[in-house]
């Protein structure tokens, strides 16, 4: 009898557990999965979105900190930036409220801030 008693607790706890340990059950339905955190252990952000960076050469800019008198910075692929630094083989040669400039072999290059998922 102990032997029924213990398969059907270990039959209730795997039914209970089996959310938890099996493949995620979650629909987002097109949202951020609440679940997963925004920061990791060392305090870096995230990158969740699945942005095609083909057409930005590789920069994705995750946050502007504007100033009109020119004392400006982006977050550029998560490292902050300001006019003269460089990302890669780009170089920073304007900051916007909306989009950053960069340079690269004397061409200019124009990459607009990422607002997908802000409401």
Known sequence: MSVNKNFFILLFLAAIFSPVFGEESY???????????LVTSEGRLLKLDKQDVSSTGGLIIEGIIYDKLGRSFA???????????????????KI????????KDGEPFEVELTTKGVE
């Open 96 to 103: 916007f409220d909306n989009k950053v400039v960069f340079i």
């Open 27 to 37: 629909d987002s339905k097109g949202k951020r999965n609440p679940f997963i955190p």
């Open 75 to 93: 977050i550029v692929n998560s490292d902050v930036v300001a006019i003269g630094d460089s990302v890669g083989d780009y170089q920073v040669l």
